[in-house]
Structure formats: C-alpha cells, structure tokens
C-alpha cells in the first residue's frame, strides 16, 4: 500500500467495529472513495474531528485493494455555521446524498466536488433562500451528467428565438409556434434567462444571484415538475426538506 494524498468533501461516516469509522469521500483524485479511520471514535484521536459530514480538507491515507486508510487529516473548512442550523443541515445533506449516489468510484469528479464546495458555502451564508440553493444545485446537477433541459432552443423546430413554454414532455423549451401544438408551462423570460444562466455558468459565478419572490415561484414549480417525471430515485433527506 502506498501513501497518498487525498483533497476532499466527507459525504458521509459510519461507526465500524468497537473504534473505528467507514467514511465515504468526494475527492478530486479519485472520485468517490471509501476510507477507513482507525481509532476514530476514541476521544483523544487526532482523526475525531475529521471523521464528520461536510468536512473539508486534505486526508492522508494508505491505499488499499478496495479502499483506502488514512493516517492524518488537514481539514481547512469544517462548516461550522451550517452544521449548527438545523434547516441548513437538511438541505446541506441533501446535497451530500445526491453527490454520494451519482458520483463514481475511480472517475474525474472535480466539478461535483466544485459544486458541492461551492453550493455549501452559499449554504452557510445565508445569503440565498434554501429553495432557489436547492433549484441551483439540482439543475447544475443535471448539467454535469448530461441530463439537463434544453433552455436554449425550441424543441420543436429548433429556434432560438421566441421561446415562450417549457414542456416537460419534450424535455426543453418550445416556441410560441410550436408550443400551439404541444402542451407545456408558459414561463416568463426572467425564470428563462435564470435557467439559461446556471446552465451555462461557470461554478464561481453560480451563486451570485437572487430572485423576486415571484420568479422564485415559477422556477421552483417548473424544476419541481422536471425532476418528478425525470428522476426515479428517492433522496432519504428529501423528507426532511
């Protein structure tokens, strides 16, 4: 087993054994990972700390077959203000829980673990509403894994002007022309113009915006919509949202 470095998100931890914890990471080497700590759980161990949901930092781990062991952590953002509030805590594992079950072991996850780094400082802030932090997340998301709506062109003749319903079934945006002939949402340019930019927004400009209350609303309804007819798994922390 060599010895490596590791920068990552924990996604989650659970106790192994009488001391030990089994950690699932985000890291920027190697994807998702599982790692063991050995010793976690005593009260004086250096790794007690390090072993938690949203710690962010370096580990150094030995590498196994399977799984990797660490020896030492360097956390650098435990995320301290969201963990002691409860709703931010909620959505905040969420954000985890989605990560954890679409990220891939051995696999090039730098943009997940960017968005999520990126989505829990916005979190923590407190600057942004937790429906429109969780819209964001969601429907970036959806970019990294090719799964998203087209919002730039009509999905009927592929226009690009005039784009006037947002049609579920046909999975992106139709013009008024073509939405005669189909059924869809009418949404306003403001809710468009919003889904066109975290599409295409680069991660350090993503949370750089708020909505007024009613195109909040709109957003929230269509991505509510869209994920309903679109996405088959169930998030254990969605019951608490």
Same mark, same amino acid.
């Given at each position: 087993?060599?010895?490596?470095?590791?920068?990552?998100?924990?996604?989650?931890?659970?106790?192994?054994? &009488?001391?030990?914890?089994?950690?699932?990471?985000?890291?920027?080497?190697?994807?998702?990972?599982?790692?063991?700590?050995?010793?976690?759980?005593?009260?004086?161990?250096?790794?007690?700390?390090?072993?938690?949901?949203?710690?962010?930092?370096?580990?150094?781990?030995?590498?196994?077959?399977?799984?990797?062991?660490?020896?030492?952590?360097?956390?650098?953002?435990?995320?301290?203000?969201?963990?002691?509030?409860?709703?931010?805590?909620?959505?905040?594992?969420?954000?985890?829980?989605?990560?954890?079950?679409?990220?891939?072991?051995?696999?090039?996850?730098?943009?997940?673990?960017?968005?999520?780094?990126?989505?829990?400082?916005?979190?923590?802030?407190?600057?942004?509403?937790?429906?429109?932090?969780?819209?964001?997340?969601?429907?970036?998301?959806?970019?990294?894994?090719?799964?998203?709506?087209?919002?730039?062109?009509?999905?009927?003749?592929?226009?690009?002007?005039?784009?006037?319903?947002?049609?579920?079934?046909?999975?992106?945006?139709?013009?008024?022309?073509?939405?005669?002939?189909?059924?869809?949402?009418?949404?306003?340019?403001?809710?468009?113009?919003?889904?066109?930019?975290?599409?295409?927004?680069?991660?350090?400009?993503?949370?750089?915006?708020?909505?007024?209350?009613?195109?909040?609303? &709109?957003?929230?309804?269509?991505?509510?919509?869209?994920?309903?007819?679109?996405?088959?798994?169930?998030?254990?922390?969605?019951?608490?949202?």
């Amino acid at each position: 087993m060599g010895l490596v470095s590791l920068t990552g998100i924990v996604l989650s931890s659970s106790d192994v054994g &009488e001391f030990d914890k089994r950690l699932v990471l985000l890291t920027k080497e190697d994807g998702r990972v599982t790692a063991f700590a050995k010793g976690a759980r005593r009260p004086n161990n250096p790794l007690v700390a390090a072993c938690s949901p949203f710690c962010f930092g370096t580990f150094e781990a030995y590498q196994g077959r399977n799984s990797y062991h660490i020896s030492k952590a360097n956390i650098s953002n435990y995320f301290r203000d969201l963990v002691t509030d409860y709703e931010k805590v909620c959505l905040g594992s969420y954000f985890l829980e989605v990560a954890d079950f679409l990220s891939v072991e051995g696999v090039d996850e730098r943009v997940r673990l960017g968005l999520l780094y990126q989505s829990l400082k916005a979190l923590e802030s407190g600057k942004f509403s937790l429906r429109l932090l969780r819209n964001i997340y969601d429907l970036k998301t959806w970019v990294i894994d090719g799964e998203y709506p087209n919002v730039f062109s009509c999905m009927g003749c592929g226009k690009k002007e005039n784009l006037k319903v947002f049609s579920i079934k046909k999975h992106g945006m139709l013009c008024g022309d073509c939405a005669k002939d189909e059924s869809g949402t009418e949404i306003s340019n403001s809710t468009l113009f919003t889904m066109q930019y975290i599409v295409s927004s680069k991660l350090d400009k993503l949370y750089t915006f708020v909505l007024n209350k009613e195109t909040e609303e &709109e957003f929230t309804r269509i991505l509510a919509a869209y994920r309903l007819n679109y996405r088959a798994h169930k998030y254990k922390s969605e019951e608490f949202l």
